[in-house]
């Protein structure tokens, strides 16, 4: 018997993998092995998918909302700038402010901002869209960028030596519908300060109405089946975080990790969200590594 539940295992697995090939994100699946499998029998059948993260990887917050009209231009940008870097550019999009809030009637009436959002926009003090912070460094004198900045700023970061490695995983247990979020952090040198990791989740491939004013990239003013792309949903582990280790600092080749359990929202579409994990130093907000990984329950 248990040399059979192996093998089925082993061959959801096969499956897990074959279908994964159609995935945009294009990370490898892991197969857990043997000794993880959890001693309930009922737990057996899952599926697990991890990516590590060794290259300089860069995060871009950006600062959005759906009446925006310079928006969209520079959400498209960014994300295909991410293609061209391999995905080691890595985006989320913040709906919060004046332009991300929902009208009664009419076309706008979807709500994207969350208290996450809310509580970013207000730390970084975003009084425009687009905005975006990279890496949450400081270019020019400010850690807020405007759109025309961050490819520049974007191929500067990625220049930059990596400092860590980051492993983040996660574990999809139908019967429990709910996923244990793994992340693991490997500093390359001991670094100074303390650092807080947070996970966050963003739901990719939205379909809503987008104002827009370039007619050379969609329609205007109102581009009605404009896809959103990465929009925050909230995080599952407080805005701001928590500390990587017990007191926050980090020695060099030490491995750390942190683990979360999550249930998917009713709301959303779980397969087109994705987990991002981003290690910052608390004291000056940089960003230091980020990875991203997309839920999958089959």
């Not at 994100?25 to 029998?41: A, T």
């Not at 995983?169 to 947070?198: M, Q, W």
Request: some cysteine; hydrophobic content about 40%; glycine content about 4%.
């Amino acid at each position: 018997m248990k040399k059979l539940l192996y093998q089925i295992i082993l061959l959801t697995g096969i499956i897990t993998i074959f279908f994964s090939a159609c995935d945009n994100i294009d990370e490898p699946l892991i197969l857990l092995n043997q000794e993880e499998i959890p001693l309930n029998v009922d737990d057996t059948i899952f599926v697990s998918d991890s990516v590590m993260v060794r290259e300089k990887h860069v995060l871009l917050e950006d600062f959005t909302g759906h009446k925006c009209i310079n928006c969209p231009e520079a959400a498209i940008a960014a994300h295909e700038l991410a293609l061209q870097v391999n995905h080691r550019l890595i985006i989320y999009a913040v709906h919060a402010g004046f332009y991300a809030s929902p009208d009664n009637t009419g076309l706008y009436t979807a709500n994207f901002q969350t208290a996450t959002g809310d509580e970013l926009n207000n730390q970084f003090q975003i009084f425009f869209n687009p905005s975006g912070l990279i890496n949450r460094k400081s270019y020019n004198g400010s850690l807020v960028q405007i759109a025309a900045n961050w490819t520049n700023v974007i191929n500067t970061e990625l220049a930059l030596p990596s400092v860590a490695d980051m492993k983040l995983k996660h574990t999809y247990y139908p019967k429990r519908n709910s996923f244990k979020i793994d992340v693991e952090l490997t500093p390359l040198a001991t670094l100074d300060g303390k650092f807080k990791v947070c996970l966050y989740i963003a739901e990719d491939g939205i379909i809503s109405p987008q104002k827009n004013n370039n007619v050379n990239i969609g329609p205007v003013p109102d581009w009605e089946d404009y896809e959103h792309r990465n929009i925050l949903r909230g995080s599952l582990n407080t805005t701001f975080g928590e500390y990587m280790s017990a007191n926050g600092l980090l020695s060099e080749g030490q491995t750390y990790s942190k683990s979360v359990f999550y249930t998917p929202n009713p709301d959303w579409v779980t397969n087109n969200c994705n987990i991002i994990a981003y290690v910052y130093n608390e004291s000056t907000w940089e960003v230091i590594q980020v990875a991203e990984l997309r839920l999958r329950t089959e």
